[in-house]
């Protein structure tokens, strides 16, 4: 079995096709169902965001899986040709696909590095894969090592801390005036996507008030009412800013709206508490001369632009200690896989070993029913130790070959040397037969035999008190158990 993945992002293609490419959650039951329906596809993942689609599946074989999941896809999306879609896709096989997971899932192939949407949207994924019955025990394992993988590495770096984005790099900045948001009043000039933005991030760090002003009084309105705020009509709102802690001005003026006597009436009507200010716009809304007024902090675009690259450094950073961690990962998960492809022989070796020493038990049993269940005990345990050393070194072997070529030359001596092959077959026949004779049991038309002149034939159990290991025959009594 091979683990691929198969997707575009957000580095690959618009996001008119990530669009197209979407599959609506009502669907994702018979997406999920029709990928495993293809030939050699054993088990499959869907993976949808804003910013990628991928499948992961586990396959047969590397090339014709490939190929099953590209027809997946466009067959999926009538509206797109393999012309127009092959172009955007990337491959991953092996090692590659699990190494892209992982990375995916700690937000390491974001498109902000650190972001925590992405690892709730992988455990989605693995939900809905379980919910449809199109994961297995390979794609368990690897769906749940990778959620593993992205606690790791938000526990272990400081990958997720420190704002790259502007709405969130504004509260950072206005932390760093009040150490503590609580309590605070905050005033938004504008209405606009950053103006939302911040005021959520705001009310995360538990802010007391938000005014909020426009020209635009019935957008005015809808944003006080979503955020719980006060509306302020915007021809008032300079008599208003002493009211304001912090001040976040977005609007598209293409003037000053802030001019520093402003600054200086609200500066003394707060008693000289400080004011922090706050000017994305671009132009800039708020004259730099505020900067001179006492108890007057202001930030604009440049100031946010240069806080955010400093925390983008931090991330890199943080980033390359979170790419390690994945690649220790990484090599633990393909250490199971490889343990994956010597498991049957294993467990077929195990399994004759215990057959021919329950088999050998029973013989002795005959000869040595005066025991004692201490001392038939030993005699169990002795066995079960004589074979645990003999298959050590070759479960060892099995277990460890870390090169393919190397796995396959043990399996291959394991299977030739312990002739597992030949009792493997030889087990299936005698399953066909003992089938075949249960069903000509059942619809035989003569009277079955006397309990009296029947053979029961009984296997020995393994670590059972002597009492239970008799060889039962059909006339026996509940006699006294041999001394």
């Known amino acids: 079995m091979h683990a691929i993945a198969i997707g575009l992002s957000h580095k690959t293609a618009p996001v008119e096709l990530r669009e197209m490419l979407a599959v609506p959650e009502s669907r994702i039951g018979e997406a999920l169902g029709r990928l495993v329906a293809y030939p050699g596809v054993r088990e499959g993942m869907l993976l949808q965001t804003c910013n990628r689609v991928e499948v992961y599946a586990i396959v047969e074989h590397v090339e014709s899986g490939f190929s099953a999941v590209q027809d997946f896809l466009v067959e999926t999306h009538f509206s797109l040709s393999a012309e127009q879609l092959l172009p955007h896709l990337y491959w991953y096989a092996g090692e590659r696909a699990i190494s892209h997971l992982f990375r995916v899932a700690s937000s390491l192939d974001s498109m902000v590095v650190g972001e925590p949407q992405i ?19 390979i794609l368990n394992k690897l769906a749940k090592k ?15 801390e420190n704002a790259v984005s502007v709405s969130y790099a504004a509260v950072e900045l206005a932390k760093k005036v009040f150490s503590n948001l609580a309590q605070k009043t905050v005033f938004l000039i504008g209405a606009g996507e950053m103006a939302k933005l911040a005021a959520q991030h705001f009310i995360t760090h538990g802010v007391r008030q ?39 001005c977005s609007t598209g003026a293409s003037h000053f709206l802030i001019h520093r006597e402003d600054v200086v009436r609200a500066v003394r009507e707060r008693m000289n508490r400080p004011i922090f200010l706050i000017d994305v716009s671009v132009p800039r809304n708020i004259d730099p001369a505020v900067r001179e007024v006492d108890n007057a902090f202001l930030f604009d675009i440049d100031d946010l632009e240069m806080h955010i690259e400093q925390n983008r450094e931090e991330r890199r950073q943080e980033a390359l200690k979170a790419e390690q961690i994945v690649k220790e990962e990484v090599e633990v998960m393909i250490k199971w896989l490889q343990s994956l492809e010597a498991t049957p022989t294993i467990v077929a070796l195990r399994e004759r070993a215990q057959r ?46 870390a090169q393919a070529e190397e796995r396959a030359f043990y399996i291959e001596a394991a299977r030739r040397f312990y002739h597992l092959d030949e009792w493997e077959k030889e087990c299936r026949l005698n399953h066909s037969r003992m089938a075949a004779g249960n ?22 159990p393994v670590n059972v008190p002597p009492s239970h290991h008799r060889i039962a025959r059909p006339d026996d009594e509940q006699t006294a158990d041999p001394a």
């Open 119 to 137: 690892l709730g949207q992988v455990k989605d994924a693995f939900r809905l894969a379980l919910t449809h019955n199109t994961s297995g025990v």
């Open 146 to 160: 990778a959620i593993s993988v992205a606690k790791r590495v938000r526990t272990e770096t400081r990958i997720a």
């Open 210 to 248: 938000i005014l909020v002003t426009t020209r635009d009084g019935a957008r005015v309105r809808k944003m006080a009412d979503r955020f719980k705020g006060i509306p302020v009509p915007f021809d008032e709102f300079r008599g208003e800013l002493y009211q304001a802690d912090i001040v976040l």
């Open 356 to 401: 021919i020493k329950e088999g050998e038990l029973q013989k002795a049993w005959s000869r040595l029913g005066h025991l004692s269940s201490q001392e038939w005990a030993a005699i169990e345990n002795l066995a079960s130790a004589i074979v645990n050393k003999l298959l050590h070194g070759s479960l060892v072997a099995l277990k460890s070959a």
């Open 439 to 460: 069903q000509s049991d059942q619809h035989a038309s003569r009277p079955a035999a006397s309990p009296a002149h029947s053979r029961q034939s009984i296997e020995v």
